[in-house]
């Protein structure tokens, strides 16, 4: 009966290298390179905006977590290599969006109908590989429900429980993470 227990917990603890190098993933898909970029930013400028948009500068970016982004004051289109290995198809697409975005900052009306009109989405996918990991985690000390956030919480408490406005009762704490290096099992689990 206790060996039925260890075999059920299999923790990958002591995984050879050979094991690790034997699960890769396939190759990313092979993304336009800059020059093709440019020749595309050169068709579309004369093709959807007559030739009006100024030269920018085009790069790829390893970091980015969206689609892409327009900087004005560098006068720079960043596509994202991350979200374009997982979506090739929509690296043109990403383009003529931030293409707009020199002349129409905001996801406006404007900025809609423009996108309508040259056929470039006006928001990008979503994929959990693109998402960040929330950098806190606040407990409702009544209710327990986890409310992930990115920024730090001053005055908050749970919607759930305090009606009409901030309920000191119910202040949102942070949740403790487990120290690193710790395994916690359940207590069945323990010896």
Do not use: W
């Amino acid at each position: 009966m206790n060996q039925a227990k260890t075999a059920t917990y299999n923790l990958d603890l002591f995984e050879q290298p050979a094991a690790r190098a034997a699960k890769k993933e396939p190759p990313a898909p092979e993304l336009p390179n800059l020059d093709e970029l440019r020749r595309m930013f050169d068709i579309y400028n004369e093709k959807y905006f007559e030739g009006k948009l100024p030269r920018v500068t085009i790069t790829y970016s390893g970091k980015m977590m969206v689609a892409g982004g327009y900087y004005p004051t560098r006068r720079e289109i960043r596509i994202s290599e991350k979200y374009h290995h997982i979506f090739p198809d929509e690296v043109f697409d990403t383009l003529k969006h931030e293409m707009i975005h020199i002349i129409h900052f905001k996801h406006d009306a404007v900025f809609r109908e423009m996108a309508k009109q040259i056929g470039a989405s006006v928001r990008a996918n979503e994929h959990p590989s693109l998402r960040k990991p929330p950098k806190y985690i606040y407990i409702c000390p009544g209710c327990f429900v986890e409310y992930p956030r990115h920024k730090r919480l001053r005055m908050a408490s749970c919607g759930k429980c305090s009606k009409g406005g901030f309920d000191p009762r119910f202040k949102l704490v942070i949740k403790p993470r487990p120290r690193k290096g710790v395994i916690r099992l359940p207590l069945s689990a323990q010896p």
